[in-house]
């Protein structure tokens, strides 16, 4: 690949160029296209570029919500060869998202056909559906032709598009907003008009409000398809501080009762952007994979409300604790996130809080009244300029006529007599007879008399910012009453509801079946059904053999200590079975190709374990501190290469023996170890060569066992290996292995 390529400069001449160089100015302009005119929407509109080309294309269309339906296909086309150069399928794809009442929670197309539903379908094809305005989507758009903001001109310069809309409504809070750009991404779930609408009023009446003053009127998101809103407050409160956080929310059931003590769940509501049908196929698909002992059996009565039945096996169990089985298991319960990463009033992407986003939306709704003041103002200023012109036609207007009638150019003439402007001789001269009647006369001096009144309203209105704030603040009360009300306006997803404390055991996921655990050299792990023999005849790859096998249950947790410290857990359910090779457990876990598994065992409750590494040192550790609930596992002993983590024993005694490479054995009490959650330990023995053989923790009285051959032989008398903690210790008696283990 070259180093240096030849680039055109704007005037057409050639120059060297470093690859590199070319190469991210070009893909900078890309990211930058991307996120400023794709994927994040604009703060004041809550509009991405698509939505606002649609909506100005259907303004220029005359499509109401008074005027009568049109076909997408001609809107589509509009967009796309006017304003909008890419493919039809994405403008309609965005269309349709506009119009679905299920995907926005206050549409702004209003279609008629097929525009898909909650299932997944797809809509019908543009050519068969049809479209047109609605009232919220005016309100986005009132004022735009009164210079209420900028316009630019459209990719061929034949067009003028807005860059952004007016936006009486918050809209962008309201309806929220999803997308991924280059490096960033924004995600913004729906919320409530009416509360949107109370939280900017409140902002207009007290500029210092923070974010726990503002959602005193929000009570976090409402979603077009309603569901349970079960995040606690204190994190709802950060999300909204931050710009970033999520949401968990729950579907609406509710229990209806049968003949003979039968029950079944209804599943009325379900949480935003799942849809129905692979929502009952994953239910379904858990089912027949028995991993939802609980359910017997579901049916799907939907209409065009949701309507899931949910039959459980015996009326024995308890509703929630079936439901709560389901919620961890299934799409029922979704985490929506919040990423108000949005573009700024100068196009600057940037995260912002819930009180920035609304005084965002109310600073532009400021400069909107002023620029439509600005407008209304010299509209009225260029009226009462003609009808003064008008006016004083009529006090002359038989000099007027006399003019008219005998000059030749009567303009200049009129100009010079009467002191009148072009502008006012031009009106002059344009009338009509009719308009010489005295009635006529009586309307522009009552015309004249209404937009002085109203020319002097709008002077003091721009005088006064605070007379500017009330406006607005009369414009969003009349916002509030005009969506906040009524069907439209109602919160849909319920809030204020705590996680229910619904305790659900584990094996309530998982038919328990025995199983035996196989754990090869090489790292292979698989499980055979039932309790098969410890002692018999294993299959392996060539080369390999067995580790570890051991007998459990599909509900038990498996616990894996590995050479690097790290304790890794896994469910007995999830390990492959049959009477194949089974799956590298590498592949199950985060274990790299330098560390080993060093033991694994059922995780049992209430039970320490005597961890220690390879130079001696060690700590107890209580069995839970053992479980990990990622794959990356827990560090639990602190080693550094070459030592490794060598034994993990369960602590049933009171006393430990440990003994090295050396051949020296030591015994101590158990109560001289400390008991840890992490850390590299006390030391247990001292060596001078070598290392760590194997520990064993024991009950004095019983005496110390240990394995020679096929006999276990047991030691009483141990004086004299007892010590302390960190000493060398001594030969071991006579007859014990010399592979210097106790088992």
């Known amino acids: 690949m070259p180093d240096d390529v030849k680039t055109l400069t704007p005037n057409g001449a050639e120059r060297e160029t470093r690859l590199a160089d070319a190469l991210s100015e070009r893909y900078l302009a ?28 259907m303004r220029q269309l005359r499509l109401d919500p008074e005027a009568g339906f049109k076909k997408c296909a001609r809107i589509v086309g509009d967009v796309m060869g006017k304003y909008h150069p890419h493919g039809d399928a994405a403008i309609y794809e965005a269309m349709v998202r506009l119009a679905q009442d299920f995907a926005a929670r206050y549409p702004l197309v209003e279609g008629q056909g097929n525009f898909g ?32 903001v900028d316009f630019r001109a459209t990719y061929d310069g034949e067009e003028r598009e807005p860059i952004v809309l007016p936006a009486a409504f918050p809209h962008l809070l309201a309806n929220g907003a999803a997308g991924i750009a280059v490096g960033m991404a924004t995600s913004i779930p729906p919320h409530n008009a009416g509360e949107l609408c109370a939280a900017a009023l409140e902002l207009v009446r007290n500029p210092a409000a923070e974010t726990r003053d503002l959602l005193r009127h929000i009570k976090g998101p409402d979603f077009p398809t309603g569901g349970i809103l079960v995040e606690a407050p204190e994190s709802i409160a950060e999300a909204y501080e931050t710009g970033r956080g999520g949401f968990r929310v729950r579907a609406k059931w509710e229990v209806e009762k049968g003949k003979a003590g039968s029950w079944v769940i209804i599943i009325t509501e379900i949480p935003y952007q799942v849809q129905k049908a692979r929502l009952i196929e994953q239910i ?14 579901l049916r799907d009565e939907s209409t065009e409300q949701v309507r899931i039945v949910l039959e459980p096996k015996t009326r024995n169990v308890e509703p929630a604790v079936l439901m709560e089985t389901l919620f961890r298991a299934t799409a029922l319960e979704s985490r929506f996130p919040l990423n108000m990463n949005v573009l700024d009033a100068n196009r600057t992407p940037r995260v912002m809080s819930l009180k920035e986003v609304l005084r965002a939306w109310l600073d532009h709704r400021h400069e909107v009244l002023q620029r439509r003041t600005n407008h209304r103002l010299g509209a009225i200023a260029r009226r009462l300029e003609i009808l003064d012109g008008y006016l004083i036609a009529y006090l002359n207007l038989d000099e007027v006529i006399r003019i008219i009638r005998e000059e030749d150019e009567p303009k200049p003439r009129l100009m010079e007599r009467f002191g009148l402007n072009d502008t006012q001789t031009e009106a002059i001269l344009n009338m009509r007879l009719r308009a010489l009647r005295r009635l006529e006369e009586m309307e522009i001096r009552k015309e004249h008399k209404k937009l002085s009144a109203e020319q002097k309203k709008l002077q003091a209105l721009m005088k006064s910012e605070a007379a500017r704030w009330q406006t607005i603040g009369e414009e969003i009360e009349s916002m509030r009453t005009r969506f ?41 792990i698989r499980a055979q059904k039932g309790h098969v023999s410890l002692d018999g005849e294993l299959r392996f790859k060539e080369g390999d053999s067995l580790s570890i096998a051991l007998h459990a249950e599909t509900t038990d947790r498996l616990v894996l200590f590995a050479t690097n410290g790290k304790a ?17 457990v590498r592949l199950m876990l985060d274990l790299t190709n330098e560390d080993a598994v060093v033991t694994m065992f059922v995780h049992r409750e209430g039970l320490r374990y005597l961890v220690a590494a390879s130079d001696g040192k060690g ?28 034994v993990c024993v369960p602590a049933e005694g009171d006393s430990i023996a440990v003994i090295g490479d050396n051949r020296k054995l030591l015994l101590f009490p158990l109560d001289q170890v400390p008991e840890m959650t992490r850390g590299r330990g006390v030391q247990l023995q001292s060596y001078r060569d070598g290392g760590l053989a194997d520990v064993k923790v024991f009950t004095r009285k019983e005496g110390l066992s240990w394995v020679l051959g096929e006999r276990t032989r047991v030691e009483t008398d141990l004086r004299a290996w007892v010590g302390n903690r960190a000493g060398a210790g001594k030969a071991p008696p006579n007859g014990f292995p010399r592979s210097n283990r106790f088992e």
């Open 117 to 148: 539903n909650i299932d997944g379908d797809n809509p019908a094809a543009m050519r068969y559906t049809e479209a047109r305005l609605t009232e919220v989507a005016q309100a986005l758009l009132e004022g735009i032709e009164e210079d209420a």
């Open 30 to 57: 890309y990211a930058l296209s991307t996120i400023t005119a794709r994927s994040l929407p604009d703060v004041r509109d809550g509009l991405k570029p698509v939505h606002r080309r649609l909506l100005w294309a």
């Open 568 to 584: 890794f857990t896994l469910k007995a359910d999830a390990i492959p079975r049959g009477r194949g090779d089974g799956q590298p």
């Open 284 to 297: 379904a698909q858990l089912l027949e994979e028995k991993k939802l002992p609980l359910l017997a059996d």
């Open 619 to 646: 700590f107890l550790v209580k069995g839970e501190e053992l479980l990990a609930e990622k794959r990356t596992g827990k560090q639990v002993l602190n080693v550094d290469p070459p030592t490794e983590a060598a």
């Open 484 to 524: 906040g009300d009524g069907a439209l306006g109602a919160r849909r997803t319920a809030t204020g509801a705590a996680l229910p404390e619904v305790v659900v055991d584990e094996a309530a996921f998982v038919e328990r079946e025995p199983i035996t655990v196989i754990l090869s050299e090489k790292g292979w």
